[in-house]
């Protein structure tokens, strides 16, 4: 379905907003593209907002990792700041003159996501300007909380669930784990660019068990120190993978295609960083073509016969009841994850 059209099935019409998401879709094809593939396997009536939500996150990480030799790091801090505060006022205006951001706030707006996780997301780039590692795995996770837990929380409403008499608090814990699985992959197949840009994700505990330094993953060689670090940190994304994978069904049918071949792509990167003998200073590990191909395919299969006679295939916003009952988990949530201390 071409893009213009999967705009007027979700019922996108006015020419300024189309234009802001048609901007995150260009965004997410040209950035995302083991994101962006799964994407194409939602119903066309949800696709634009699940590419603003990405647009959005891409826009401020760039932003955030400008490089640019003429922009200093107090430029770059002083223009997300700017950028920042502006997406809050537009989102109380309800309208904004960035189009990406024009996009995103009426993807809130339409679905009725809590704007905490946009807040916690912004908290969480705005760290990347002065933090460049994290003591432990629990440091590590005050970051992820809002750069991938509340992305998965994000998504939740334009998933949907499977039927009403599952709560969304149900969901939430399956949806925070994907959400943080995917960033410990990207973590971990990013090691060398993130060291260019100065950051360490993996967690310094982690490095300092397995006798590894900044300075040695700075050599950009493969050793079997550096092999068993990796190799421990696949293991913690691979349970978060393990403990994700049963809440797909419970999100509605349609959407249930999408996040196994997200999830069956996104763990794949760490299968490839192992056939790659742990080399992530090489080149950027991808998962092949031929396995891309053949999870979408197996998608489109699925997704095509999912959908038929499927009412939900069709963007709906949430209801007003389940908006307050959305509304009242946010709290909740926020709490339990600061007992916790889990991301």
Same mark, same amino acid.
């Given at each position: ?7 007027? *099935? ?18 997410? @094809? ?16 949800? #696709? ?29 801090? *002083?223009?997300?700041? *700017? ?65 991938? *837990? ?57 490095? @300092? /068990? ?5 300075? #040695?993953? /700075? ?15 696949? @293991? ?16 509605? /049918? ?21 056939? /790659? ?67």
């Amino acid at each position: 379905m071409r893009a213009g059209a999967t705009l007027t *099935a979700a019922g996108i019409t006015n020419p300024r907003l189309r234009a802001g998401y048609e901007l995150c879709r260009q965004l997410n @094809a040209v950035h995302g593209r083991t994101y962006y593939l799964a994407t194409l396997l939602l119903p066309p009536a949800k #696709r634009p907002y699940v590419h603003a939500l990405y647009g959005f996150a891409r826009h401020a990480d760039d932003i955030v990792d400008d490089l640019t030799a003429s922009v200093s790091p107090e430029e770059r801090a *002083a223009r997300f700041s *700017a950028w920042s505060q502006d997406f809050v006022d537009d989102l109380d205006w309800g309208e904004s003159g960035d189009p990406v951001c024009r996009a995103v706030i009426d993807t809130i707006r339409r679905w009725d996501i809590p704007r905490s996780y946009f807040a916690d997301f912004l908290d969480s780039m705005r760290m990347d300007l002065t933090v460049t590692e994290y003591a432990t795995f629990e440091d590590l996770s005050k970051y992820t909380w809002g750069s991938a *837990a509340v992305i998965g929380l994000q998504m939740l409403p334009i998933l949907g669930r499977a039927d009403d008499s599952i709560g969304w608090e149900t969901l939430e814990p399956y949806a925070i784990d994907l959400g943080v699985a995917f960033q410990l992959t990207n973590f971990l197949r990013d090691v060398a660019e993130d060291l260019r840009l100065g950051r360490i994700y993996l967690p310094q505990d982690s490095l @300092a /068990a397995f006798g590894v330094d900044r300075e #040695r993953l /700075a050599r950009g060689q493969v050793d079997e120190p550096i092999r068993n670090l990796l190799a421990f940190e696949i @293991a913690r994304a691979r349970d978060l993978y393990v403990r994700a994978a049963p809440g797909i069904d419970l999100v509605h /049918a349609t959407s249930r295609p999408c996040l196994h071949a997200a999830l069956t792509l996104y763990s794949g990167i760490l299968d490839e960083i192992e056939r /790659a003998g742990y080399d992530v200073f090489g080149g950027r590990i991808a998962v092949s073509l031929s396995r891309r191909a053949r999870v979408g395919t197996r998608g489109l299969i699925g997704a095509w016969t999912t959908r038929r006679g499927q009412p939900g295939g069709r963007a709906t916003p949430t209801s007003t009841t389940s908006a307050r009952s959305w509304r009242s988990r946010t709290a909740g949530l926020r709490r339990a994850r600061s007992r916790s201390g889990r991301p």
